[in-house]
Structures are given as C-alpha cells and as structure tokens.
C-alpha cells in the first residue's frame, strides 16, 4: 500500500515542476493561474508523501498550505495592482 502512494507521489512532481516553472513566466494573469495550480499540486504531493512515509503530522502542513493559499494570492495580486 506504502508503494501505491509512493507512485502517486512521484507522478505529481513533473506537473508540480511544470506548474514551477511556468510561475515565472507570462502574463501576471497566467503567473497567478500557475501559482495556484502549483500549491493545489504541492498539497496533493504532500498528503501523497504523508500516507506513503507514514508521517501523519505532514497532513496538518498541507491542509494550512490549502487554507492559506486563496488569501495569500488575493495579496499577492493586490501588491501587485497597487505598487508595481
């Protein structure tokens, strides 16, 4: 069973670097479209690697990553509207 979730780990880290990387280019529309792609990724990798390494405290570091997400982008995009 550990295995299985190993798989799924790994199968999330090329459309987790592809996410990565595209946050550094384009439009500011597309870097944030990509950010947020990017820690709905960094969520699922980190409950994949939690059941997969039996480390159950990883899950409350990915569901603080869920939750502080949508507000941490809005700031981002008002800093960016505002100041730059």
């Known amino acids: 069973m550990t295995g299985l979730w190993l798989a799924a780990a790994l199968a999330l880290l090329p459309p987790f670097a592809l996410a990565v ?3 550094g280019r ?3 529309a597309f870097r ?3 950010v947020q792609l990017a820690t ?3 969520t699922l990798l980190l ?3 939690s059941f997969a390494l039996d480390q159950p405290a990883v899950i409350d570091l990915a569901l603080t990553l869920a ?3 949508l507000p941490g982008t809005l700031l981002f995009a008002l800093f ?3 100041w730059l």
Do not use: N
């Open 21 to 23: 990387l595209a946050c």
């Open 26 to 28: 384009g439009a500011l």
């Open 32 to 34: 944030l479209v990509a």
């Open 40 to 42: 709905a990724l960094a």
């Open 47 to 49: 409950v994949a690697l």
């Open 67 to 69: 939750v502080l997400t």
């Open 80 to 82: 960016q509207e505002r």
